[in-house]
């Protein structure tokens, strides 16, 4: 019967990302979001040998959660770290690893999204991750990143579902180009703008004059405000923003952004608090119950970070302030249109309690995109 149980859950948790996979995108909508061109993939994995992983958990009536890993390359991550940075635009979080982040200013471990109550369970998985790996074996200290929202609505949180084993699947399943999206892994149980909400990505990519460098974004999107589609006041039109601030608007944001340009963690911050403008066009206003957290990451390889060295300096390559403006444009874009894909992949959902989330209205909202003549003949 535990056999039988289990087989049912894996069935239904392909069906669910095989749904997922053929979703439209706001793009297939001839809706286009800023002025920059996306990759081939319009993902995160644009930026090369960024992977993406999913653990979709769906079980019962009240179980409605999952895991989404991101690994910024696909080498010993710990004995090659990566400039990173984070930001922090409203903390009502728990996101671990942050101030080793901020001091040393990089990563060492994949960044892992689950939802609030699974933090220390994907922080153990993230440890035996790394300490298992045969370069590692000698190592006792080990920074996990490990961001969240709180899908407390749609799933039984307390029961803490998450275990070590969905974290290690998510990473084992991490591939390069498409990105399944919507309620799948970290954003299977999550709410945005009062719709059902989860995982979206976009990439852009900068004209070659501009250093041709690639930025991608995924958000796990879990936070209310007054929702804008291209800067058409949606909630406005459906009667649907909220009149007084309540509760509703409350929520989270995990935003986690790849770039290949060669980039400091001081650059990096700077680039992450751009991603928080990304937000703010899609109507979200960083509430006081709102966790909003951008991780900022530089995949260039020749500013990897090695564990051990022969040299007592760093030999690496950083581009210049002055040309930091496209990058800082592309990432409010693609922030912005993975936001957006997160709302267009997702499907309404019953979890907790015969606790429903409606998808959003994508007809009724085409019609008002098409009334402020938004979307593109």
């Known amino acids: 019967m535990k056999l039988l149980k289990t087989a049912c859950i894996i069935i239904l948790v392909c069906i669910v990302n095989s749904t997922y ?11 286009e979001v800023g002025v920059l061109k996306p990759g081939k993939n319009n993902a995160i994995t644009d930026v090369f040998g960024v992977k993406v ?25 710990f004995q090659y770290k990566v400039p990173a940075a984070i930001y922090l635009g409203n903390g009502f979080g728990k996101l ?30 993230l440890i035996t991750y790394t300490i298992n790996q045969p370069e590692n074996k000698n190592i006792g200290s ?15 949180i307390r029961g803490r579902h998450v275990k070590e084993k969905h974290v290690l699947t998510a990473i084992s399943n991490a591939k390069t180009g498409s990105v399944t999206e919507g309620n799948v892994g ?33 958000v796990q999107t879990n936070f209310g405000g007054v929702f804008e589609l291209n800067g058409v006041p949606v909630a406005k039109e459906l009667d649907n923003y909220p009149r007084s601030y309540t509760y509703d608007v409350d929520g989270s944001c995990m935003i986690v952004v790849m770039t290949d340009a060669p980039l400091s963690s001081r650059n990096l911050e700077r680039l992450a608090k751009r ?3 990304g937000l703010a066009k899609t109507g979200g206003i960083a509430s006081n119950g709102s966790g909003d957290y951008v991780i900022a990451v530089s995949t260039a390889k020749e500013n990897r970070i090695p564990y051990k060295s022969n040299s007592k300096l760093l030999d690496k390559k950083e581009l210049r302030n002055g040309l930091m403006s496209p990058l800082f444009l592309a990432t409010i874009e693609a922030t912005e249109e993975a936001i957006l894909n997160s709302l ?34």
């Open 142 to 156: 080990v920074n996990p990143v490990v961001g969240e929202t709180n899908d407390g609505y749609l799933n039984d």
């Open 186 to 218: 970290a954003g299977t149980g999550t709410i945005c703008f009062g719709y059902k909400g989860g995982i979206g990505t976009s990439s852009r990519v900068l004209p070659k004059k501009l250093g041709g460098y690639t930025v991608g974004v995924l």
């Open 275 to 277: 991603a928080i403008m």
């Open 21 to 31: 996979s053929q979703q439209k995108r706001v793009r297939d909508y001839g809706i």
């Open 53 to 77: 992983g999913h653990t979709t958990i769906v079980d019962g009536k009240n179980i409605r959660t999952g895991v989404t890993a991101i690994l910024p390359h696909s080498e010993n991550l």
């Open 344 to 377: 267009f992949a997702a499907e309404t959902t019953i979890g907790r309690d015969n606790h429903k989330v409606e998808a959003l209205p994508k007809d009724k909202v085409l019609e008002i995109v098409k009334k402020y003549n938004g979307i593109k003949k």
């Open 96 to 125: 671990a690893g942050y101030s080793q982040v901020k001091e040393l200013g990089n990563i060492e471990t994949p960044i892992i999204l689950t939802n609030t109550l699974s933090v220390p369970a994907a922080s153990n998985a």
